[in-house]
């Protein structure tokens, strides 16, 4: 019994790299969001900017290594609480939100090259530039990083929801999966 209860939950390296993505884009979204309410030749602007565009290329360098890995390891079955439709919810919303994670920085990505704008790691080395400047491209891919950050927005306060729904209400081990404290993995409230 204790070898199929260690099998429900995400191993260390999944629920690292979980968590640790979750802080980098809560964090990203900060800047971003002030730095677009700030006038364009502001130089806190800028500063805001090379923030926001190192979190976002980390967080897709991160997305690719936890795409595989998870590929790799797979992912834990969920207990038998949980019906096919709810099974079925989580996959369809954890598939959207890995492509969501890869996408948005893409767009961010495209948004700032084809802008003219560098793309560097926390101004320790550049990214490179891999579409030249253009300006239909840059408004096509800043509204497509627009709207991506509210779909993800909307997914991940979904996710919150749900996550708290299993936890406070449903009382099941859904969220204990992923979370961090052993107490929580043993059915206890951490």
Known sequence: MAAETTLRFYDLTQRA??????????VAIVPGV?????????????????????LGMTALA?????????????????GDSIGPLIRAAARAEQ???Y????????SGYLMSTASGHDVSWFGLFPCPAL???DKTLAGLSGQTHLWLAWTIGALLALHFAA?????????????A?????????RGGRS
């Open 17 to 26: 790299l979980h968590w640790l993505m979750a802080a980098i884009i809560l």
């Open 163 to 175: 996550a708290g729904w299993h936890y406070w209400v449903e009382r099941d081990d859904v969220f």
């Open 34 to 54: 002030i730095a677009a309410l700030l006038p364009e030749e502001a130089s806190a602007r800028h500063e805001l900017l090379l923030v926001h565009k190192s």
């Open 131 to 133: 579409v030249a400047p």
């Open 99 to 106: 492509a969501l994670m890869a996408a948005l920085p893409v």
């Open 62 to 78: 991160l997305v690719i290594v936890r795409a595989f890995y998870r590929a790799f390891v797979g992912a834990p079955p969920y």
């Open 177 to 185: 999966r992923m979370w961090p404290s052993p107490a929580a993995r």
């Open 95 to 97: 598939c959207a939100l």
